[in-house]
């Protein structure tokens, strides 16, 4: 049990909608980061977030955005949903400072299916 | 810019036999390496690290990896192949000049464990 907590587990939306992911963090944990992973294939860094404020972001258009809030969890939105992001998200935690002190933990993610 | 290679996206070993996985990577600075472990319909957990300390890392659950910079390689092994080993297996790279540790994950390998 990592700590880290993610919501829905499965989630089913049409072309268009907008969808927004949710992940609590493991306590003590200032960062989150979310990655995209597509069926067959590794995960794919979508952005970072520390201390509230975006800490990176990977190569991925504006339409997924997100959110780190008081309490450091976080939220994931994706507008105009496209068949393409149909994938498991998965949010990370971690202490800010990067990996060398500190392991990152993973949430179980969120199947989002796009019909 | 940095990228992985994972050899391989399945294996198939018996239960007892040796287990390895390959991982090369590319980067003109040796960066920090991962291996994670993906059981079905759960989030990564991770195996081991390798962050400049000893070249041989040993990591969860029999699990060792050995970093070698003239082959920019970091291969996951592990002697004997239990059947709670069968899932899918992740190298993953963060660079050393961006410590908040954003991974970049190579395709995965799914191991198949036969008795």
């Known amino acids: 049990e990592t700590g880290v907590t993610q919501s829905p587990t499965h989630l089913i939306k049409t072309r268009g909608q907008q969808v927004t992911l949710r992940c609590s963090s493991q306590?003590?944990?200032?960062?989150v980061s979310w990655y995209q992973q597509a069926l067959g294939q590794g995960p794919q860094f979508i952005f970072q977030?520390?201390?509230?404020?975006?800490?990176g972001r990977g190569n991925f258009p504006p339409r997924f955005s997100g959110l780190q809030f008081p309490n450091y969890s976080s939220e994931l939105n994706v507008n105009a949903l496209e068949l393409d992001d149909s994938a498991l998200y998965l949010c990370?935690?971690?202490?800010?400072?990067?990996?060398?002190?500190?392991?990152?933990?993973f949430g179980q993610g969120t199947r989002l299916t796009v019909v | 810019a940095q990228s992985v290679t994972q050899l391989g996206s399945h294996v198939s070993v018996s239960e007892g036999a040796l287990v390895l996985l390959r991982c090369n990577y590319s980067?003109?600075?040796?960066?920090?390496l991962f291996w994670y472990v993906q059981y079905p319909n759960q989030g990564l957990q991770l195996l081991l690290k390798?962050?400049?300390?000893?070249?041989l890392v040993k990591g969860i659950n029999g699990f060792e990896a050995e970093f070698k910079k003239s082959e920019t390689s970091f291969h996951l092994t592990k002697p004997s192949a239990h059947m709670s080993d069968a899932a899918e297996y992740f190298c993953?790279?963060?660079?050393?000049?961006?410590?908040?540790?954003?991974?970049?994950f190579g395709a995965g390998t799914q191991v198949v464990v036969t008795p």
């Open positions: 990370a935690s971690s202490l800010g400072g990067g990996f060398m002190n500190t392991e990152a933990f």
């Open positions: 306590s003590g944990h200032n960062t």
């Open positions: 977030y520390y201390r509230e404020e975006e800490n």
């Open positions: 980067s003109s600075v040796p960066p920090y």
């Open positions: 390798y962050t400049s300390a000893a070249t």
């Open positions: 993953a790279v963060s660079s050393k000049t961006d410590s908040w540790g954003k991974l970049q």
